[in-house]
């Protein structure tokens, strides 16, 4: 509630004011020369002019209280200023009727005067009374102020009647040369009493927060009765008393009327003032915090017309004022492109409906706006519901997240996408492999995964560089993108070159064959590296959900499985996915763990097959061939485990074991059947690009065993002269300069390079079974093998046929002039102690 402030007079005052009148009474009573003061020249005009400014002053109180009439305004406040009209009139009735006044409707004189007046005090006091001890707000019906007002005027006219007409009907209060009769006193003695009964209740009333001035109608009733008291007093009309009484009574009324003033017209306004100041602290507030606010506000009203926009607004957006008279010319220029601005539009009046619908405010839509300089911003935009109160005004709450969307899509790309080629990375691919199945599970469709990996990819990049690498794998990831399409899911980089596509609803769209053919066509067109132009191919290995796997890594496995056959079948072809090829990858993956522990368990031989001199067929050396003996899987070939044991570099422990293994052996034959006798140990590339490895390891060794270098003959493949770094070069250096000799395996299955076998000092070729197996006389093979011997004998370079198993294959290779011969002809590979049985039948050199 609002607590009533007193508009500047403070209850001290009113008491100070009481005071001074009341000691003023005192002097005056206790005063024996004022007794005197009678017939006082000029009191007509006098008392008039005091009760004219008692009348205006209560007619004054009528008009203020009358007029403005307040909601929470006391009834009895009223009720006080209706009884005062009424006040105002019997004053007027008594003024006229003054004793020297002219008559007024009847004779005037001091009996009519004092009935008028008696009864303006009585309704004076009565109007007191009812706002000390009524209960308030008693009356505060609207329709209750005019009952007040005709009842007032109903009692002062029937008062008017009976004083003008009737007035024997009354008791005297004046004789004439007697002065006051006894019930005049008595009358004023209790006016008196009644007024100074009020004072007490109304000082309870100041202090009580109520919306009158309580201690201005405090001092007017206290006033009141003190006036009373000089009427009791006074001998004459026209005597000092009677002129003290007028004043004090002048004084009372003044403070009634402050009392109504400030109620009626002072406090609202003060009220008003103080709401105001509110108002205008609070708007600063929210000013201040709109002002600083890092959130765009927009406000517009019923008219569509944009009326305020913030700083925050005005700088992320570019636009002012000036830019944006109306709503919806910020749609116009936020949103350039009509499609989207239209879809936006509609998005954005469903959530209006929303938001009107529950009166709440909703979660923001996230759009895409463009700023005044073109740029694009991402905002969380959304309309603050005011209340009904406020609907023709919305504000609009707009928040530029570019920068979290910027770092989100950061996020997001660095986690999902391949940052060299910008397709897909595996994470991505995964999730969209897994949705992809979910959808065909849904709709009963097939799909086809391919799994595509570049075909000696790590030729180029050693050859040329990571930066041509990457260049490549761009190039590679553009072109998968357009041999794909836009059908389809983007092509996805699973990592180094291996990459995937996915083709969904195969029912629906073109055969997989047509893409994977696509794909294999791009791929080989020329790759331009800047300074190199690079011809490459793919292998391609496709897979089918649910025909192979039901679960994505299943799939996948299954569509790398069959990469796998397309580059064992040649390379630049695609392979679908068989079973026989899981079998294998099932078999090799067993072997691969069975391998880890197969050295420990000691479950490798070496076994030994002869290499014979021709023409004699004499044996002179042996080649020194690795098995496993599985204790489940039986005798296990070399060629189905040496590219495993490559594969994980287990072949560099194997062979050093295979190495100390043969040449114990070789001292042993050496010893016992001829001391030239040579053992050839195959030693793979991996052995040789290994860093750790020690060069001078094997001729240690064997200086060691006591061996001389002569003793050992490396076999190397054509592919490891090939990729000759300085490394390999080094070491076959190493082993020259130990006296070992060596010998170039399966040669015209690879390169064939001549360069090659120039450049390097390769003692012995030894040509590949492929030539061998179908040799006849007339045979391109024959001539093959004819022209491999002449052309290594013209560089120096001894030969040796290898797959020897007829007679008629020995006589060819003896007759084109080769120097050994290794074959099933002479004997299968055999362990140690079989080959010595061999050593012991056969002629030896
Ligand atoms: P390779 O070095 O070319 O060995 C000759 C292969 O031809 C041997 O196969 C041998 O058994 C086979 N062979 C010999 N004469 C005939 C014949 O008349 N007819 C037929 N059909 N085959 C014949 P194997 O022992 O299965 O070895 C296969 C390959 O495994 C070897 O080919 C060699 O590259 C590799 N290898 C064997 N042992 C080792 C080793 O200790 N270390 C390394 N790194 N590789 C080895
Ligand atoms: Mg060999
Ligand atoms: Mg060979």
Request: aromatic share 12%.
């Amino acid at each position: 509630m609002f607590r009533y402030q007193t508009g500047g007079i403070g209850l001290s005052s009113v008491i100070k004011l009481l005071l001074l009148l009341f000691l003023l009474q005192l002097g005056s009573a206790l005063s024996p020369s004022l007794h005197g003061w009678q017939g006082l020249l000029n009191y007509l005009p006098l008392h008039t002019a005091m009760e004219v400014g008692a009348i205006v002053i209560s007619a004054l109180v009528f008009a203020v209280g009358w007029s403005v009439y307040q909601k929470e305004g006391s009834g009895n406040l009223m009720l006080l200023a209706c009884c005062f009209l009424g006040v105002a009139l019997l004053d007027f009735m008594h003024t006229l009727s003054y004793a020297g006044m002219p008559d007024w409707v009847t004779a005037s004189g001091p009996e009519k005067a004092i009935d008028f007046w008696l009864a303006a005090r009585a309704l004076a006091a009565l109007a007191l009374f009812s706002v000390a001890f009524l209960p308030d707000r008693l009356l505060t019906k609207r329709q209750s102020r005019w009952w007040m007002l005709i009842s007032v005027l109903v009692v002062v006219g029937l008062i008017n009647w009976i004083v003008l007409w009737h007035q024997n009907w009354l008791p005297r209060t004046f004789l004439e040369g007697r002065g006051l009769t006894p019930f005049k006193k008595n009358a004023e003695y209790l006016l008196f009493t009644a007024y100074a009964v009020m004072p007490v209740r109304l000082f309870r009333k100041t202090r009580d927060p109520k919306v009158y001035d309580g201690v201005c109608l405090f001092g007017a009733s206290a006033t009141m009765a003190m006036s009373e008291v000089f009427f009791t007093l006074y001998a004459d009309v026209a005597d000092i008393y009677n002129l003290l009484g007028h004043i004090y009574k002048v004084i009372a009324y003044g403070m009634i009327y402050r009392s109504v003033f400030i109620n009626s017209v002072e406090l609202p306004y003060q009220r008003l003032y103080q709401v105001n100041r509110a108002l205008r602290a609070s708007e600063a507030k929210f000013q201040a915090i709109i002002n600083e606010s890092p959130i765009a506000y927009l406000l517009y009203d019923d008219q569509q017309r944009i009326s305020f926009l913030n700083p925050a607004f005005i700088n992320t957006f570019g636009f002012t004022m000036a830019d944006l008279p109306n709503w919806s010319d910020w749609w116009l220029k936020a949103f350039p492109d009509p499609e989207y601005r239209q879809a936006c539009l509609s998005h954005w009046r469903r959530h209006l409906q929303r938001v009107g619908q529950n009166k709440l405010s909703l979660a923001p839509m996230e759009l895409d706006v463009c700023g005044k300089d073109g740029r694009k911003h991402t905002i969380l935009i959304n309309i603050a519901f005011l209340g009904d109160a406020f609907a023709s005004q919305q504000v609009i709450l707009l928040q530029d997240i570019t920068e979290r969307v910027e770092t989100m899509q950061l996020i997001w790309r660095q986690s999902y996408l391949d940052p060299l080629t910008e397709l897909p990375n595996r994470n991505q691919f995964l999730d969209k492999l897994a949705q992809a199945m979910n959808q065909a599970r849904k709709l009963d469709q097939r799909l086809a995964l391919l799994f595509i990996d570049l075909d000696r990819f790590k030729d180029v990049n050693d050859a040329l560089g990571h930066v041509s690498g990457d260049i490549l794998l761009r190039e590679a990831g553009k072109r998968l993108r357009e041999a794909v399409g836009d059908s389809q899911p983007s092509p996805a980089r699973l990592g180094g070159d291996e990459f995937t596509v996915i083709i969904g609803d195969l029912e629906n769209h073109p055969g997989v064959d047509a893409i994977a053919q696509a794909i294999l066509q791009s791929l080989a067109r020329p790759f331009d590296l800047g300074d190199e132009t690079v011809y490459l191919s793919a292998s391609i290995g496709i897979a089918f959900y649910p025909d192979d796997a039901d679960k994505s890594a299943e799939l996948l496995k299954k569509a790398d499985q069959a990469m796998f056959e397309a580059k064992k079948q040649g390379r630049d072809r695609y392979s679908f996915f068989t079973p026989e090829m899981q079998r294998i990858a099932q078999n090799r993956m067993r072997l691969l763990n069975e391998l880890h522990g197969a050295l420990a368990k000691q479950q490798f031989m070496v076994y030994y097959q002869p290499i014979v001199e021709f023409p004699s067929g004499k044996i002179c050396k042996a080649e020194a061939l690795l098995r496993w003996r599985h204790p489940d899987l039986g005798m296990i070939s070399p060629a189905e485990f040496i590219p495993l044991a490559e594969e994980t570099g287990m072949i560099v422990d194997i062979g050093e074991w295979v190495f100390n293994t043969a040449a114990q052996q070789v001292k042993l034959w050496r010893q016992q059947y001829h001391p030239q006798f040579q053992v050839s140990i195959n030693k793979s590339p991996v052995q040789f690009r290994n860093e750790r490895y020690d060069r001078e390891h094997w001729p240690r060794q064997l200086r060691q065993f006591d061996l001389p270098g002569q003793s050992i003959v490396i076999e190397i493949t054509e592919g490891l002269l090939l990729e000759a770094g300085s490394l390999i070069n080094e070491q076959l250096l190493t082993f020259r300069n130990a006296g070992m000799q060596v010998a170039l395996d399966d040669f015209g299955t690879g390169y064939s390079s001549l360069a090659y076998l120039k450049k390097f000092d390769i003692d012995y070729l030894k040509i590949d079974q492929a030539f061998v197996r179908h040799l006849s006389a007339e045979s391109s093979d024959m001539a093959l093998c004819e022209a491999i011997i002449v052309m290594a004998h013209k560089l120096g370079i001894k030969v040796v046929a290898e797959g020897i198993e007829t007679a008629e294959q020995f006589d060819l290779l003896i007759n084109a002039g080769c120097d050994f011969g290794q074959g099933y002809l002479f004997s299968r590979p055999v362990p140690a102690d079989e080959f010595d049985a061999l050593l012991s039948q056969l002629d030896t050199l």
